[in-house]
């Protein structure tokens, strides 16, 4: 299976100061489609895990534009231009390319200083 | 809206088995592939079970392979998990979660394996 490693393990951020989490994969994200199936998650404190990226860029609905993507290949990352209070939790990548199955970063948790 | 709401969950004893259920609502159940997804306590996600569309390609993941069995009926909607043999590191929240980019995700059910 793909390995997913993301760093920072622990992000602890500033209200309102920029945070960034990255995440590689042992091998290409490249689909033979075309398509990179690369996916950040977000979970609060005792919820379910919630999608707010895929295809490494592309916000879902509902999603604050303050949440981006970015990366290609091997090597992607999720930023928050401004962190909230709202966004304290664990964010995980996960891939969806070589599939079966989805295969899931550590997760970065993020927190307020 | 998309809904998908899991089942089945509690405590067993080490050895025991369980029939996890992911009710799914909201969307066409019988053209999504869907996963199986556990977080024991405190710590990540892991994919442990994937079946497609149809019933008929399944995934399990080695630590569960000969004990746990994905399963699907497209004409109740629902998605299954059969938990057999558990043992103490089963214990996790199960998520049942649509698609392979897990677009949607249920609220978990919790499986505690004690003695």
């Known amino acids: 299976d793909v390995v997913m490693t993301q760093s920072p393990l622990s992000l602890p951020v500033t209200l309102g100061q920029p945070a960034s989490i990255s995440c590689r994969s042992s091998q290409s994200l490249v689909h033979s489609d075309g398509n990179t199936y690369l996916n950040w998650f977000q979970q609060r404190p005792g919820q379910s895990p919630r999608r707010l990226i895929y295809k490494v860029s592309n916000r879902d609905s509902g999603v604050p534009d303050r949440f981006s993507g970015s990366g290609s290949g091997t090597d992607f990352t999720l930023k928050i231009s401004r962190v909230e209070a709202e966004d304290v939790g664990v964010y995980y990548c996960m891939q969806g390319t070589h599939w079966p199955p989805g295969v899931f970063g550590q997760g970065t948790k993020v927190e307020i200083k | 809206q998309v809904q998908l709401v899991e089942s089945g969950g509690g405590v067993v004893q080490p050895g025991r088995s369980l029939r996890l259920s992911c009710a799914a609502s909201g969307f066409v159940f019988s053209t999504y592939a869907m996963s199986w997804v556990r977080q024991a306590p405190g710590k990540g996600l892991e994919c442990v079970a994937v079946?497609?569309?149809?019933?008929?390609?399944?995934y399990h993941a080695d630590s569960v392979k000969g004990r746990f069995t994905i399963s699907r009926d497209n004409s109740k909607d629902t998605l299954y998990l059969q938990v057999n043999s558990l043992r103490t590191e089963d214990t996790a929240v199960y998520y049942c979660a649509r698609d392979n980019n897990a677009d949607y995700w249920g609220q978990g059910t919790l499986v505690t394996v004690s003695s």
């Open positions: 079946i497609s569309y149809d019933g008929i390609n399944k």
